[in-house]
């Protein structure tokens, strides 16, 4: 069987927009904390709208917006008889998506999507099978809607990162898998980073590596040695969030208080006071422009992603999108733009305004 993903790795790099979470909770379609994306149900309109502004960014992906819809997650939201509808719905959103041309020069490749389940325990089979059985019913629900590749991603614990492979395998679709490991530097259940992702390529996923928790600045060292470590491709796709050595992952991210005595009434910034610790666009590009070079060819950007910063991360691996025909045009700015029409009082002013 071809196995289109890893053909277009080949080739050259390939852009994943995740993020979904963030950016749906912002257009205000999602309830922050809770994170149970029912805007496919209740507004599949702008959840598609999503999708096609990520694909006219440079997204080569369409990934179903089934983060968080799992058995476990639903069912503490006490949404669990809207289950198979929300995945179903999200699967065809993300399909018909896929569908629709943009007259790109490569045609976007629809993933199905599994995540963390936040009950895994290494220490009782019980809930090993509960988990197992929920990925099972998201696997089949994605094969059921035509997806193309299969996404686990978001696991913090390396054996639940297994399993997921173990059940995508099954779908005999290509399978991506990116972990998360917390502010430790490991994950939870004690195996390396670079261990795990060495153990998921000998199991066969087709692209290991990392997602979401880590800004550019903390996830950079590890993908770079996953890459030295690994044959196959690697993924890398951070949250768009300033993370440091203290301060690893975006859990425990302080606030700049000193400098804007930000509001925070949760005790911390995450999930809903992190603003003032976004990355800018620069950032983005950098870290893509810096990994890729490296040779690490799958790449995005996740929880805080928006747009414009897939196309900052496409742009920055040479990539001319759609987007690209609204990158930024300084020349013609009314006061720092360097264009004839622009008034020499009026630059003058700049410095000042």
Not at 135 to 150: G, L, R, T
Request: hydrophobic share 35%.
């Amino acid at each position: 069987m071809s196995n289109k993903l890893i053909d277009k790795l080949n080739q050259g790099p390939v852009i994943c927009a995740e993020g979904f979470l963030f950016e749906i909770e912002r257009r205000g379609y999602l309830s922050a904390g809770e994170f149970v994306p029912t805007v496919a149900l209740d507004r599949p309109d702008v959840l598609e709208a999503l999708h096609r502004d990520f694909q006219h960014a440079g997204s080569d992906i369409v990934q179903a917006f089934t983060y968080n819809v799992h058995r476990e997650k639903v069912r503490v939201a006490g949404k669990e008889h809207l289950l198979e509808k929300l995945n179903r719905a999200a699967l065809q959103i993300a399909r018909k998506v896929t569908n629709i041309s943009l007259d790109q020069p490569k045609p976007n490749l629809m993933a199905g999507n599994i995540s963390n389940s936040n009950i895994w325990n290494e220490n009782d089979k019980k809930v090993q099978l509960e988990v197992e059985k929920m990925f099972s019913e998201m696997a089949q629900w994605a094969v059921d809607e035509k997806a193309d590749i299969m996404i686990g991603e978001t696991f913090y614990y390396a054996e639940e990162a297994f399993k997921a492979l173990e059940i995508i395998k099954k779908t005999n679709l290509p399978a991506v898998i990116t972990i998360a490991p917390m502010g430790e530097n490991k994950m939870r259940d004690n195996w390396s980073i670079v261990d795990t992702c060495k153990e998921l390529e000998q199991r066969g996923a087709d692209v290991v590596g990392m997602n979401c928790f880590r800004g550019p600045n903390t996830m950079k060292q590890f993908v770079l040695e996953i890459r030295k470590a690994v044959k196959c491709h690697v993924a890398a796709l951070p949250v768009p969030y300033r993370t440091n050595i203290k301060h690893q992952t975006f859990f425990n991210l302080p606030d700049r208080s000193n400098e804007c005595g930000c509001e925070s009434p949760h005790g911390r910034t995450f999930p809903t006071a992190l603003d003032p610790l976004y990355c800018n666009r620069y950032e983005i590009a950098k870290f893509s422009k810096e990994v890729y070079d490296k040779g690490i060819n799958y790449l995005g950007v996740c929880c805080g992603a928006s747009p414009a910063l897939i196309r900052e991360v496409a742009q920055a691996v040479g990539l001319t999108v759609n987007g690209s025909k609204y990158k930024e045009n300084m020349k013609n700015h009314f006061m720092y733009g360097d264009n004839q029409r622009i008034p020499k009082h009026i630059k003058e002013y700049g410095d000042l305004a």
